[in-house]
């Protein structure tokens, strides 16, 4: 008899894994049912046919576009929408600060080594905006022991899957741009409006930027990029004749700490 419910309860959690695994795969997809009857098909899922698309996306920061105004601008507009908290307004603490995009000094951005001596003054002085890098050899990845975090082949895009995350922070620190954000507490409070598009996170979980995924599913441009005045651009850098790739052929552009390996898919016109 007890074994009996033991084999009960495995099964049913099986079942409840399984669900969660499944439903957090499917989010911007459209299921289609083959065959004659539901309960013997299995389901194909197909893109949205206004869906943006790329094999690798990308995107160039034109520094020379961009202030203090500006940047502010850009992490309203993701933030907003991506129910980003802010702990500091909400409870006056930084050490909670949860960021998606946010504005640093060249010098932090860079590091010394990427210095040149005879860089224009002007990067002394301007405040960059930073993400996460959507890396093409992406440590984080490595790191995430649940697979929690993913690179998606279809397109380079690092997401995360809130589900899967346990808090563990391995990603946290196998990122070398400080580019993730871990919910001491709730964040639930220190959203002002959430917005019911976009999931909410909890207590535990990492999050980061994930390049507006759920937005390009839909036809539109990331928010920041949209925000910028063309300050931003975001493409396919695959794609020889994109617009991002033209750019990067005309303007000199730098990404961060090239030297690691990673990577990156964001560059910076200085």
Same mark, same amino acid.
């Given at each position: 008899m007890m074994e009996n419910s033991r084999r009960s309860f495995l099964k049913i959690a099986g079942y409840s894994i399984l669900g969660v695994s499944a439903g957090s795969m499917l989010i911007g997809m459209t299921p289609k049912l083959t065959g004659a009857s539901s309960k013997t098909a299995l389901p194909e899922y197909i893109k949205r046919p206004e869906a943006k698309t790329a094999t690798r996306w990308g995107m160039v920061i034109d520094t020379r576009k961009i202030d203090h105004e500006m940047n502010e601008k850009l992490q309203e507009a993701c933030h907003e929408i991506h129910n980003v908290p802010d702990h500091i307004a909400k409870f006056d603490n930084k050490n909670h600060e949860i960021k998606w995009i946010w504005a640093t000094e060249f010098k932090h951005a860079f590091p010394s080594d990427q210095d040149d001596q005879f860089m224009v003054d002007r990067l002394a002085h301007v405040e960059i905006p930073v993400l996460c890098n959507h890396c093409d050899n992406p440590p984080c990845v490595q790191a995430?022991? $649940? /697979?929690? $975090?993913? /690179?998606? #082949? *279809?397109? =380079?895009? !690092? %997401?995360m899957d809130f589900h899967r995350c346990i808090g563990c922070r391995f990603c946290m620190a196998a990122c070398p741009y400080g580019a993730r954000s871990f919910n001491f507490r709730d964040p639930r409070p220190a959203i002002e409006k959430i917005d019911m598009a976009f999931p909410t996170r909890m207590k535990g979980v990492v999050e980061k930027c994930n390049f507006c995924a759920e937005r390009l599913a839909k036809g539109k441009e990331p928010a920041c990029v #949209?925000? *910028? #005045? =063309?300050? %931003? !651009?975001f493409g396919d850098l695959n794609d020889p004749e994109s617009e991002i790739r033209k750019l990067l052929a005309e303007q000199f552009a730098i990404r961060r700490k090239p030297n690691l390996g990673t990577f990156p898919s964001v560059f910076y016109i200085v």
């Open positions: 995430c022991p $649940t /697979k929690a $975090t993913f /690179k998606r #082949e *279809s397109d =380079g895009i !690092v %997401l #949209e925000a *910028s #005045e =063309g300050a %931003l !651009v």
